[in-house]
């Protein structure tokens, strides 16, 4: 009996543990690990992504890509993207470029095959709307972590998830926003919602992973929507296909594939 006893203290000892070290996690530290597992998994991406824009009224437009993304470093280090458009007419054939830094702003480049132009995407147009879409050029990519305050405002459970709720506040006086709140797994710290309250603090745009897929190991969000409150609009993102690490060549990168990417990275 007193073994019994001592073997239940020592579990329940190790079980608080866990938690106080669980919970021991900054904010920051929160979102780290939130960025590495939503943007860094793997050393390289590729997926094919059905895209579609949903009116208030339920009319539905389609684009449909090809994204590749690689990493340079360590989670939160310098990335590359590359997407090619298939569908619909009036963009395919299109592409668009990122070269992300940590720490500062990234480049990106758009190829319009209609005009035959490269246009480099000003910093300044980066929370503008990517393809007509709710999600904007830097939710591509994603956000530097730096360029926000974050603070941990409670946990919560979101569908059956235990998550840290995270507060973040752009240091930036120019943002559409003016902060977010997360909820992010704390068994995967994928994100599972993200909440936009704009500069009167009202809630106006919500993003929700829909779906979430084990992909040699990395659990990936494979649907996932932004919604529009204010204009009743949406956009869902599903991938079609998806895989990590296939040993994607630096050459993909470059602005020279931007009029002509290679078929064997796109198809």
């Not at 203290?9 to 920051?28: G, I, K, N, R």
């Amino acid at each position: 009996m007193r073994r019994l006893i001592l073997g239940i203290a020592v579990v329940f000892l190790l079980s608080q543990s866990t938690s106080a070290s669980a919970s021991s996690l900054t904010a920051d530290e929160v979102m780290k690990k939130s960025q590495a597992a939503f943007l860094y998994q793997g050393k390289d991406f590729r997926a094919r992504v059905m895209m579609k824009l949903i009116t208030k009224g339920g009319q539905e437009r389609v684009r449909e890509m090809a994204m590749m993304r690689k990493n340079y470093g360590e989670s939160g280090g310098e990335q590359k993207y590359f997407i090619y458009f298939f569908q619909p007419a009036d963009v395919k054939d299109m592409t668009f470029m990122v070269y992300k830094y940590p720490g500062k702003d990234a480049d990106r480049w758009l190829f319009i095959p209609a005009i035959n132009m490269v246009r480099r995407i000003a910093a300044k147009d980066k929370y503008s709307s990517f393809v007509g879409s709710d999600f904007t050029y830097e939710d591509v990519s994603g956000r530097n972590l730096e360029d926000d305050t974050h603070s941990i405002v409670k946990d919560a459970q979101y569908n059956g998830k235990d998550c840290y709720v995270v507060k973040s506040t752009p240091k930036a006086a120019d943002m559409e926003y003016s902060y977010k709140l997360s909820w992010i797994d704390k068994i995967s710290f994928l994100p599972l919602k993200e909440e936009y309250f704009d500069t009167r603090e009202e809630l106006y745009k919500v993003f929700t992973a829909d779906e979430i897929k084990d992909i040699k190991g990395f659990p990936t969000i494979t649907k996932r929507t932004m919604k529009n409150l204010q204009s009743g609009h949406m956009t869902q993102a599903a991938y079609l296909q998806a895989d990590y690490d296939i040993g994607m060549e630096d050459s993909l990168f470059s602005e020279r594939y931007l009029k002509q990417p290679p078929k064997k990275w796109i198809e």
